[in-house]
């Protein structure tokens, strides 16, 4: 578990890591390149490492060099792959593609269970057999064999992510013209896209969310490419400097323009911005929290990863807020913990919250966390309370925020691991 002593006053500066989301599909996408790569910016986080712990048992060989990650798929292999870390993360799901493309068969576990939705992989499993590929199970193991057909296909995303980014993995090297209709935006998905451009692939964006992808013979080794930063967790800061710091902190990396539509909602509850330089981002801290409402939607809209984060902030405004969860199910859960520290709200439907006021966050207690963001969430929850609050499931931090303590520690917080 992890305890921290709140009201400690934070100052400084963090610098954002890369994107786990960007990360990953990356990575899966390098295997197509079958030969050597280098990434840069890339997170050492308990997804991304068990992701190349399941490569190196199919003789994908890679070496870390602070950041930088030397990436070699050349001896390639559908064989011995490492069932019980495939059902540890759901990325596993997006093996598919890059096996299937060199191989032509592949039979792997259902990957491992997401727990805001229940999100079935029947969908991405649609999207293979559609471009032809066939699939059956065989108890809790996925069968898939056969080839891609050539010619034009068009498919619908549905504006989800992982559809849109398997999608692009699936089609880049299928003979024919592939025409992606609803795709995601999000600057994961772009920052996927650049990377297999600058591997010399034709992909085209379109303004209507249609990307079309046209078929190259192969695809550009031996170079060097950027993750990009996460945006969500410039994010998840600046709602802690609005609440925690002493006067202002600094995001180095903080994605901007990728912000663009949470700081108007930071701006609207009355939370001081400024934009420095060199992609730098103040948030100073906030004294009068007026109430807002938000309601969550697909990017460029309110992000669902960070409706929870800013619910800790909406707890200090001077009135009540709502919150509209759209597109899960699960993730208003976490006010549950919350209600441990004497948090004041009243959950609707699966979908909607009131948070009333006024919320003095105090007593020291244990709380758990329901998924990657509710942890985020807790933790700024701790950060304000009085007194020792203690956490478990702490897995979930080394899943998706690199360094997270010592970047907290370095601040001024009082925290550490038990």
């Known amino acids: 578990m992890l305890m921290v002593k709140g009201q400690k006053e934070l100052s400084g500066s963090v610098k954002i890591s890369g994107s786990k989301n960007a990360a990953l599909p990356i990575l899966w996408a390098a ?24 490569l190196e048992w199919i003789w994908v060989k890679y070496e870390w060099e602070w950041s930088t990650l030397h990436f ?29 493309h060199f191989f032509g068969n592949i039979k792997i576990p259902f990957p491992g269970w997401c727990s805001i939705w229940a999100r079935p992989i029947d969908a991405h499993l649609n999207w293979l057999e559609a471009i032809w590929y066939k699939s059956t199970f065989d108890e809790d193991d996925i069968i898939l064999w056969w080839k891609l057909e050539t010619g034009e296909k068009v498919l619908n995303a549905s504006f989800w992510v ?46 209507n969310h249609e990307i079309i992808i046209t078929w190259v013979y192969g695809l550009k080794s031996n170079f060097s490419f950027d ?19 002493k ?23 009355w939370v001081k911005v400024k934009d420095m330089w060199n992609d730098t981002l103040r948030v100073y801290k906030a004294e009068n929290i007026k109430p807002v409402n938000i309601q969550t939607n697909i990017f460029p809209a309110f992000p669902t990863d960070l409706q929870s984060p800013f619910a800790i902030l909406l707890t200090q405004a001077q009135w009540e807020s709502k919150i509209h969860e759209v597109l899960f199910e699960w993730r ?72 997270f303590v010592n970047k907290l520690q370095s601040l001024g917080a009082d925290i550490v691991e038990e």
């Open 31 to 54: 295997l197509l390149i079958n030969w050597r790569v280098t990434l840069n910016k890339v997170p050492k986080i308990g997804d991304v490492i068990t992701f190349l712990d399941i």
């Open 72 to 100: 070699d798929s050349t001896k390639i292999t559908n064989e011995n792959l490492n069932f019980e870390k495939i059902k540890k993360i759901r990325s596993s799901i997006f093996l598919l593609s890059p096996l299937l």
């Open 162 to 207: 992982s559809s849109t980014e398997n999608l692009i993995v699936a089609n880049v090297l299928r003979d024919g013209r592939t025409i992606i209709r609803n795709a995601a935006t999000e600057p994961h998905v772009m920052n996927l896209i650049d990377f297999l451009r600058k591997a010399w692939a034709d992909i085209k964006i379109r303004y």
């Open 227 to 245: 993750i990009v930063a996460d945006y969500i967790e410039s994010w998840t800061y600046m709602v802690i400097w609005a609440l925690a710091s």
């Open 247 to 269: 006067e202002y902190i600094d995001i180095i990396d903080a994605r901007i323009d990728d912000l663009y539509t949470y700081i108007e909602k930071l701006k609207e509850a």
């Open 332 to 403: 208003l859960n976490f006010l549950i913990e919350l209600e441990k520290m004497w948090t004041k709200y009243t959950v609707l439907n699966p979908h909607e919250a009131i948070i009333h006021w006024p919320n003095n966050l105090k007593w020291g207690a244990t709380v758990t966390s329901w998924d990657l963001r509710a942890w985020a969430a807790v933790v700024i929850a701790w950060l304000m309370a009085k007194w020792t609050t203690k956490i478990t499931n702490i897995e979930y931090i080394y899943r998706w925020y690199e360094d």
